[in-house]
């Protein structure tokens, strides 16, 4: 995919003209946000829960590596095959691989945002092997030739209209504007895709140490037989998704749905561990699970290892106004709202993504509704001081900063400043009380008006005794 | 080469080597205990009513449930909801006590036993267990039950005895771990109502890629 973040001003201001897009972005907000807080409420130890879960995932960081051997060992005593990938690189051609070795001539996926990550469709294409999206989001996405734009309702950016129109083109059948009938259609046509693929990729939402099994977790239905119907089946996941136990995956499993869709349990959950026993009737001959790093064995021991306690629930996202308002396109790569503004910079580099973490209203819901309890705004904080530190963040913002850095060490200098500029905004504002013009602040006085200091300085008050 | 790295960094980020024996052991006696972490108290009732939440849950989540005194009165109920359907075909699982039944209620609907396949219109299964506080079905790959059934097929008829209705995942972890010798199947389907997506407009609509019905013979013994 290609990388759009720097461009995420641009993108923004786009954003919030679509009327398209606004319709659908208010689809979410009606629907995810309202659907956790019924799902919290019927379960009176979810706070109790959120915090045994953060506790696991720091117990799960600090012994990676060992619960990671024994994964890979417990697959292997299955029948399974274990490929570590340090970059996306080595992830694609991992599966390129696998694929090759096994003659293949299409594949069918499960909805995998590592597979995203590591730009996987592409890379099949590229060398001969059709790749078919099976999730019905992701399937649409790729008639489109789109990307997600959102961690788990991958084509929430689109409207009824804009599917229609799609399965029109791609699908030659009457249009129809029924969501069921177009759904029909979709599983109509999957049908026959599932049959014929020589090899399923899936992703994993966590795998168990103590047995060697991956987990998926779908509605739909499609992960199943993507995994069950070929012969052979990859999963693509990444290091941080380990858990010791199935009592521990449970943990997470209870917090998962309801964080994610506020549904009390998401229909499929289903574990795969190694490929076909002897007697089976199906189920696939060969399993492959590539653990892809890309960037995060260098979170651990940072400030950022708490990033990687994240379950992929995408309920920061769904609770986050920015997202809400600019949809997940305007980030410009794979993972959007504030998860997205904390690990992108790591994946692609923060001379390409500083101004996601920038993208905040430090309003705090993020942190308030993550399930493992990751300090989103702080973690943002972070890049922002890295960013600002590398010298990369734009100029206004540094001379603003270490102007505001020089007074601050000069305490008389700086009431002096602040007293006269509070002075001089009253007197800007006029009778109205609000400025709607303020030199050095265009981008916040273009779309909203300041209200002028009311009176004295803080500190003025605080010195009175105003406390 | 990939691995030696990232095991590496692991390990730099860690402040530490290779674990050494004592590194090891919180996580080692951790995968030994395999201990619970904390069960909501919905999951904790007696016997009786967690065959109630199970019942309720599951309804919630779109399963049709039909209540049977015995495992042999499942062809009867099989063949009263196919015909009612318009269904002509069952395809079985070829679990023992699915076979042992006398299916001749059945009448004109064809029988047959094998894997599932594209076009089936109904399917029969057993299940391992069912799991009371989301009202969760539990199913395995083995032998005699092939995995395609329970999603290739529009309508997926699973038989569930009451008396393996347990209250937390928990429970069904340790059941599993003793009935295979703590090697897990190749599949195991945690299923919870019919399939489903929002994927278009975040409008639910039921029947995605798996069964557009779920049918649970709850057989109260
Ligand atoms: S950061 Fe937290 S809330 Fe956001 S997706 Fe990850 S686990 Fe969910």
């Known amino acids: 995919m290609q990388i759009k973040s720097p461009e995420f001003k641009e993108n923004a201001r786009i954003a919030l003209q679509d009327v398209g897009l606004q319709k659908a972005l208010g689809n979410l907000k009606a629907g995810f946000p309202v659907k956790r807080a019924a799902a919290v409420e019927r379960m009176p130890e979810f706070e109790d829960l959120r915090d045994q879960a953060r506790d696991l995932k720091n117990h799960i960081l600090e012994n990676l590596d060992i619960y990671l051997e024994q994964f890979e060992s417990k697959v292997v005593e299955n029948g399974g095959h274990v490929h570590w990938a340090r970059t996306s690189e080595d992830a694609c051609k991992t599966i390129l691989d696998i694929c090759q070795q096994v003659g293949a001539k299409t594949v069918t996926k499960g909805k995998s945002m590592v597979s995203e990550e590591v730009n996987l469709n592409e890379y099949l294409e590229k060398n001969g092997i059709e790749p078919v999206e099976t999730d019905l989001g992701e399937y649409i996405l790729q008639l489109r030739e789109d990307h997600p734009s959102h961690i788990i309702a991958p084509a929430i950016h689109l409207?009824?209209?804009?599917?229609?129109?799609?399965?029109?083109?791609?699908?030659?059948?009457?249009?129809?504007?029924?969501?069921?009938?177009?759904?029909?259609?979709?599983?109509?046509?999957?049908?026959?895709?599932?049959?014929?693929?020589?090899?399923?990729?899936?992703?994993?939402?966590?795998?168990?140490?103590?047995?060697?099994?991956?987990?998926?977790?779908?509605?739909?239905?499609?992960?199943?037989?993507?995994?069950?119907?070929?012969?052979?089946?990859?999963?693509?996941?990444?290091?941080?998704?380990?858990?010791?136990?199935?009592?521990?995956?449970?943990?997470?499993?209870?917090l998962l749905a309801r964080s994610a869709t506020g549904q009390e349990f998401t229909v499929y959950n289903t574990l795969s561990t190694g490929p076909r026993r002897e007697g089976d009737q199906d189920g696939p001959e060969n399993f492959h699970v590539v653990l892809v790093d890309n960037g995060r064995s260098e979170m651990v021991g940072t400030e950022l290892q708490d990033m990687l306690r994240c379950i992929r629930c995408s309920a920061c996202m769904n609770h986050c106004p920015v997202y809400g308002a600019v949809g997940g396109h305007s980030y410009g790569w794979v993972y959007p709202g504030p998860m997205g503004s904390v690990l992108t910079p790591q994946m692609i580099g923060i001379e390409n993504a500083g101004l996601l973490p920038n993208a905040s209203t430090f309003c705090g819901k993020c942190e308030s509704v993550c399930p493992v309890r990751i300090p989103l705004p702080k973690l943002m904080r972070h890049w922002r001081e890295n960013e600002f530190e590398k010298h990369l963040s734009p100029k206004a913002v540094r001379y603003g900063i270490s102007g505001w850095g020089f007074f601050a060490k000069r305490p008389a200098l700086y009431r002096w400043v602040s007293r006269s500029s509070a002075w001089f905004m009253k007197k800007m504002a006029g009778k109205k009380g609000r400025i709607n013009k303020l030199p050095l602040a265009g981008g916040w006085t273009d779309w909203r008006d300041m209200p002028a200091p009311e009176g004295q300085t803080f500190m003025d008050q605080w010195k009175q005794g105003k406390r | 080469m990939s691995k030696a790295e990232i095991l590496g960094n692991i390990r730099r980020g860690l402040g530490r080597g290779e674990p050494n024996a004592t590194q090891r052991a919180a996580a080692e006696s951790r995968l030994a205990a395999k201990d619970n972490n904390l069960i909501p108290k919905r999951a904790l009732l007696p016997q009786a009513e967690q065959v109630q939440l199970f019942k309720d849950m599951a309804i919630?989540?779109?399963?049709?449930?039909?209540?049977?005194?015995?495992?042999?009165?499942?062809?009867?109920?099989?063949?009263?909801?196919?015909?009612?359907?318009?269904?002509?075909?069952?395809?079985?699982?070829?679990?023992?006590?699915?076979?042992?039944?006398?299916?001749?209620?059945?009448?004109?609907?064809?029988?047959?036993?094998?894997?599932?396949?594209?076009?089936?219109?109904?399917?029969?299964?057993?299940?391992?267990?069912?799991?009371?506080?989301?009202?969760?079905?539990?199913?395995?790959?083995?032998?005699?039950?092939?995995?395609?059934?329970?999603?290739?097929?529009?309508?997926?008829?699973?038989?569930?005895?009451?008396?393996?209705?347990?209250?937390?995942?928990?429970?069904?972890?340790?059941?599993?771990?003793?009935?295979?010798?703590?090697?897990?199947?190749?599949?195991?389907?945690?299923?919870?109502?019919?399939?489903?997506?929002?994927?278009?407009?975040?409008?639910?609509?039921?029947?995605?890629?798996?069964?557009?019905?779920?049918?649970?013979?709850?057989?109260?013994?």
């Open chain 1, 159 to 254: 409207n009824l209209e804009d599917v229609s129109e799609a399965f029109h083109k791609h699908h030659h059948r009457p249009k129809s504007d029924d969501p069921a009938v177009l759904m029909q259609e979709a599983r109509e046509m999957l049908r026959k895709k599932f049959v014929a693929a020589d090899v399923g990729i899936t992703g994993a939402n966590f795998c168990v140490a103590e047995t060697g099994s991956t987990i998926i977790v779908t509605n739909e239905g499609n992960g199943d037989l993507t995994q069950t119907l070929p012969k052979t089946h990859i999963v693509i996941t990444s290091i941080e998704k380990v858990v010791p136990t199935l009592e521990d995956m449970t943990l997470f499993q209870r």
């Open chain 2, 60 to 221: 919630e989540a779109a399963a049709e449930i039909i209540e049977l005194a015995s495992i042999a009165e499942v062809p009867m109920a099989a063949s009263e909801w196919l015909h009612k359907a318009n269904i002509q075909e069952l395809i079985t699982a070829s679990s023992p006590e699915l076979k042992a039944l006398d299916w001749s209620a059945l009448g004109d609907i064809q029988l047959s036993e094998r894997v599932g396949q594209v076009g089936d219109m109904a399917s029969i299964t057993s299940s391992f267990a069912g799991i009371a506080e989301t009202g969760t079905l539990m199913l395995h790959s083995s032998s005699d039950s092939p995995t395609t059934l329970n999603f290739l097929p529009d309508v997926h008829m699973v038989v569930l005895h009451a008396s393996t209705i347990v209250g937390p995942y928990e429970d069904a972890w340790k059941q599993l771990r003793t009935a295979h010798n703590g090697v897990m199947p190749r599949t195991v389907n945690m299923i919870t109502g019919p399939s489903r997506s929002a994927d278009i407009e975040q409008k639910l609509q039921m029947g995605a890629h798996g069964p557009r019905t779920l049918v649970i013979l709850l057989i109260n013994d």
